[in-house]
Structures are given as C-alpha cells and as structure tokens.
C-alpha cells in the first residue's frame, strides 16, 4: 500500500471533520431552534466552534489508532465540565443548553465515529485489493 495515500486520507478526514461538520452540526441545531437559543449564552464568541473542531479531530484520531478509551475519557471529562450548566439550566421546557450540549456534542461524536469507519473501511479495501484496477481480457 501506498504510505501517502494514508496521510492524504487522514488529512481530507480532519478538514471534512474541521468546517463542513461544523455546519452540518449547527444546521442542526438550528433546525431544532437550538443554535438562536444560544446567543445569549454567556462565554467566548465562537468558542463552541473551535471546540467542535478540536473534539472531532481529537475524536478522529484516538478512533485512528484505535484508542477509544481516550475518547469515552474525553466524553466525560466534557460531561462533568458541562454538568454545572446542564444542572442550572433554566429553560428546561426543551430550548435550553442541555439539549444543546446533547445534541451538538452526540451529531459531532457520530460524525467523527462515521468518518474513522469510512476511512478504516476505505484504508482495509485498498490493502486487500478490493477496488483495483481493472484489467482487459
């Protein structure tokens, strides 16, 4: 197997994990009227971007080398981060940061999961042949 096409794959999955993932995360929320719910939020402009950025490519690469521990680890060391705005979060009617963090946080987790499954499965084909050229009789 070619060692540049793994680092090209690599690096296509960390910019589709990067802003188009990000979107398709905030889109989501939108749809669901989270993303406005938002605004008011107290905390770094932008900053739930970066961090959607980071978790996915640190998701992305611990799935990679096959290092899910470090990823349930980071879930949870989020999660207990995140538990004092989650516990105290006043609009608990279905608009608040709770859902937000849940669905934001579990569509940027299954993303990068998807994304670590069709490189490995890409990487496995490519190794076995399956896919290759194809010769004339």
Known sequence: M???????????????LSKPAGLLVYKLLELRGLAAAMIDHPGLEGAGRYIGYAERSLIYLCGAMNAWEVVAALLAIKAVVRFPEIRNDPKHEGNGFAEYYLLGTTVSVTLAMLVVLAVKMILAAVAHGVGGSVSAP
């Open 2 to 16: 070619k060692p540049w096409l793994d680092v090209v794959l690599h690096v296509v999955a960390l910019l589709v």
